[in-house]
C-alpha cells in the first residue's frame, strides 16, 4: 500500500468545563495535531499528538509534518513501519535540530497514522494486531476530577461520585500548592471521604525542588498515596533518585520524555517506580514499544500517560503485559469514530480496526483550525 498524500491537520477541542489547572498550566481546549495518510487504495490513517491547543505552535508541528517528513513519505509502503519510522526519526538534517520537542511530536503523529494504515489494513484492532490482549481487565484511573483548580468540596464530592456512582477504584489528584498543607489537606479530605479500598495517587507536574517534596512526603505517610507522579522538574535524573530513596511513595514518570534513552536514563538510576511512557512524544507506538519492553525487562509498571486522551493507550495498555491500568480524561473522546469508553472503572477493548484515531468528519468541521 503506496502513501499517495500527507495531510496535516489543527483541532482545539473545547474541555469538558471553562478551564483547568494543575500545578504549571491552566488550559481551556486540548489540542489535537496530527495527520492523515492515504494509501493508493483509498484507506486512511489518522495519527496526532496532544498540545495546549496553542495556535502559533501547533502549525510549527504542522509544518515539520507538511514541509519535512510529508516528502520522505509519498510513494513509500505504509506497511513498512519500523522502516519508516527510522527513516523519519534519523534523517540527518532532521536530527540535527531535532532528537525532541516538535520533531518528536510530527513523529509521533505520522507514526501513529502508520499503525492506524496497518491495522485497518489487517482489518483488526490495533491491540489485535499486536498479539492480543494479556489481561482480562484493564483499570481506569480517573484523572478529571482532581485538577487543582477544582475547589476542596467539589473535589470530595466529584471524587465519591466518581468512586459510588461509576465505579472507579481508582483516582488521581493533582498536587503543587505554593503550601504544601493545602495539598495536604485536600488528599486528606478526599482519603476520609473515599475510604482505604480506592486507590488515590498524585501528580505535581514538575512543581516542587527536592526539599519540598521530602517534606510532602513524610507529611502524606498516613495517607497511602498510590504513586507520587513527576514530583520534581522534568530532567532532573538526580533529584528524583534522591526521592525515591528517601520515600516508600513510589515515583512514577514519563510525559514529558521524549526518546528511549531519556527512559533508560531514569531507569538506571533507579529514579523511576511507574513508567508512564506516552505516544504523543515519543514519536509514536514505535518508540514506545521500545519503552515498554525496557520498564517489562526490570519488571516494573507501564501505565501510559494519556496526551492522546487514551485513544490510542487503550489498545497498547490492553496488549502490553506490563500494563494492568490506564488514565481517563474524556475531554476529546467525542470527536473520534470510536471513542474511548469506560464502564465500573474499567475500559472496554476497542473493537474496530485501526488504532482508535480516525476523526469523525463533525469534528473535523467542527474545531478545525487553518493550518
Request: aromatic content about 8%.
Amino acid at each position: 500500500m503506496k502513501i499517495t498524500s500527507v495531510e496535516p491537520f489543527i483541532l482545539h477541542v473545547p474541555l469538558n468545563r471553562s478551564s483547568i489547572s494543575d500545578s504549571s498550566h491552566t488550559i481551556t481546549h486540548w489540542g489535537v495535531v496530527g495527520v492523515k495518510l492515504t494509501g493508493d487504495d483509498g484507506t486512511q490513517g489518522f495519527g496526532f499528538t496532544g498540545t495546549h491547543a496553542h495556535l502559533a505552535s501547533d502549525r510549527l508541528i504542522t509544518a515539520c509534518i507538511r514541509d519535512c517528513y510529508a516528502e520522505l513519505l509519498v510513494g513509500e509502503d505504509a506497511l513498512d513501519t519500523t522502516r519508516l519510522w527510522l527513516k523519519l526519526a534519523r534523517y540527518p538534517a532532521l536530527q540535527w535540530v531535532g532528537r525532541a520537542g516538535i520533531t518528536q511530536l510530527a513523529l509521533a503523529a505520522v507514526d501513529i497514522a502508520l499503525w492506524d494504515l496497518r491495522a485497518k489494513k489487517a482489518d483488526v484492532p490495533l491491540w489485535k494486531l499486536l498479539g492480543g490482549a494479556t489481561s482480562e481487565r484493564l483499570e481506569a484511573y480517573n484523572t478529571d476530577i482532581g485538577w487543582l483548580s477544582i475547589p476542596v468540596d467539589q473535589l470530595v464530592d466529584g471524587s465519591l461520585r466518581a468512586v459510588e456512582v461509576d465505579g472507579y477504584r481508582r483516582l488521581k489528584l493533582k498536587v503543587g500548592s505554593d503550601d504544601i498543607m493545602t495539598d495536604l489537606d485536600r488528599i486528606a479530605k478526599v482519603r476520609e471521604a473515599v475510604g482505604p479500598a480506592v486507590t488515590i495517587a498524585v501528580d505535581g507536574n514538575g512543581k516542587w525542588d527536592l526539599p519540598t517534596c521530602q517534606r510532602f512526603c513524610a507529611r502524606a505517610a498516613d495517607l497511602d498515596l498510590f504513586w507520587f507522579e513527576e514530583p520534581l522538574w522534568y530532567d532532573d535524573i538526580a533529584g528524583h533518585a534522591a526521592l525515591a530513596r528517601s520515600t516508600p511513595i513510589p515515583i512514577a514518570l514519563g510525559e514529558q520524555l521524549y526518546s528511549a534513552d531519556a527512559f533508560n536514563a531514569f531507569l538506571d538510576a533507579g529514579a523511576v517506580h511507574y513508567v508512564q511512557p506516552d505516544v504523543t512524544r515519543l514519536g509514536g507506538i514505535s518508540e514506545y514499544i521500545t519503552v515498554a519492553e525496557a520498564a517489562h525487562a526490570r519488571r516494573l509498571p507501564v501505565v501510559p500517560h494519556v496526551g492522546d486522551m487514551g485513544q490510542v493507550h487503550v489498545h497498547l495498555a490492553v496488549w502490553h503485559p506490563a500494563t494492568t491500568m490506564l488514565e481517563y480524561i474524556p475531554w476529546i473522546m467525542d470527536c473520534f469514530v470510536e471513542p474511548i469508553a469506560v464502564e465500573a472503572g474499567a475500559y472496554l477493548r476497542p473493537q474496530m480496526p485501526g488504532a482508535g484515531a480516525t476523526l469523525t468528519e463533525d469534528a473535523i468541521t467542527q474545531f478545525a483550525r487553518p493550518l
